[in-house]
C-alpha cells in the first residue's frame, strides 16, 4: 500500500495564479482532511469531508476549494493564490470509526 | 474556543537522558489526546493516543499521559537516542467536533538528541 499520497510535492506561483493540489489514498479511509502547517502555528484544518461527494469547512477555508468526487481522491484549489496561503499543506485520511488520522508527506507551496 | 499549547518550542538534550515534552489545552472536553512524531520534510506519524477516560499509555520508550481535569498531557521519553531527533506534536479531538474526526493541534516541541 502506498497510503496517503500528495502531488505534487513542491511548487512556487505567482500572485493571482491558480493551481489544485491532488491528495489521494488507497486505504478505503472514508474521511479526509486538508491541513496547512505554518511556522509555530501548528497544523490548521482547511476543509474535510466524510464520504464521497461531500465536503466541509474547517478552521481557516477562506481562498481554498475542495471536490471529493471519488472516494479515494480529495482536491484542494487554490483559486488566486495570495503570499499569505505560502505554507506546507498536508492531507490525512481515515476510517470513520477510528481515530488515528493518516499523513501524507506534504506539499510545499510558495506564492511570490 | 480550544487552544492546544507546546512548550518549550525546541529542546536540546544529550543522548541518553530522560525527558518530558508538555502539552497543554484549555477546554477538557475532549475524546481524546494524540502525539505525533513529525521528520523533517515529512507527514506526521501517529505515536500515542490517549482516550479522555485513560491516564495513561506507553509504546516502547515512550509514555504518555493524560490529566483532563488539569488540561495537561506529557510525553515522556526514556533513554533518548539521536534517532528521536524530531518535532513532536500534540492534539486533542474535542467533544465539539462531533463524529467529524477534527483535530486542534499544538505548535510543537522540535527535540535535537545530541551524540
Known amino acids: 500500500n502506498a497510503g496517503v499520497t500528495q502531488t505534487p510535492k513542491f511548487r512556487v506561483l505567482k500572485t493571482g495564479q491558480s493551481m489544485t493540489l491532488l491528495c489521494a489514498q488507497d486505504?478505503?479511509?472514508?474521511?479526509m482532511y486538508w491541513y496547512r502547517q505554518d511556522p509555530g502555528m501548528g497544523l490548521r484544518l482547511i476543509h474535510y469531508?466524510?464520504?464521497?461527494?461531500?465536503?466541509a469547512k474547517g478552521e481557516v477555508p477562506d481562498g481554498y476549494n475542495v471536490s471529493r468526487l471519488k472516494k479515494q481522491n480529495f482536491l484542494l484549489g487554490l483559486e488566486s493564490a495570495a503570499p499569505s496561503q505560502t505554507s506546507v499543506y498536508f492531507c490525512?485520511?481515515?476510517?470513520?470509526?477510528?481515530?488515528?488520522?493518516?499523513f501524507g508527506p506534504g506539499t510545499r507551496l510558495t506564492v511570490l | 474556543k480550544q487552544e492546544v499549547t507546546q512548550i518549550p518550542a525546541a529542546l536540546s538534550v544529550p543522548e541518553g537522558e530522560n525527558l518530558v515534552l508538555n502539552c497543554s489545552f484549555t477546554?477538557?472536553?475532549?475524546?481524546?489526546l494524540q502525539w505525533f512524531r513529525q521528520d523533517p520534510g515529512k507527514g506526521l506519524t501517529s505515536l500515542l493516543l490517549?482516550?479522555?477516560?485513560?491516564r495513561e499509555q506507553t509504546s516502547g520508550r515512550l509514555n504518555a499521559s493524560l490529566d483532563k481535569s488539569s488540561g495537561r498531557s506529557t510525553l515522556y521519553i526514556a533513554a533518548s537516542q539521536p534517532g528521536d531527533s524530531a518535532t513532536y506534536l500534540c492534539?486533542?479531538?474535542?467533544?465539539?467536533?462531533?463524529?467529524?474526526?477534527?483535530?486542534?493541534f499544538g505548535q510543537g516541541t522540535t527535540l535535537q538528541v545530541k551524540p
Open positions: 490517549i482516550q479522555s477516560s485513560q
Open positions: 477546554d477538557s472536553a475532549i475524546y481524546n
Open positions: 486505504m478505503n479511509h472514508e474521511y
Open positions: 490525512a485520511s481515515k476510517r470513520w470509526f477510528a481515530d488515528t488520522q493518516y
Open positions: 469531508s466524510v464520504g464521497e461527494g461531500t465536503t
Open positions: 492534539a486533542v479531538r474535542p467533544i465539539g467536533s462531533g463524529n467529524t474526526g477534527k483535530l486542534i
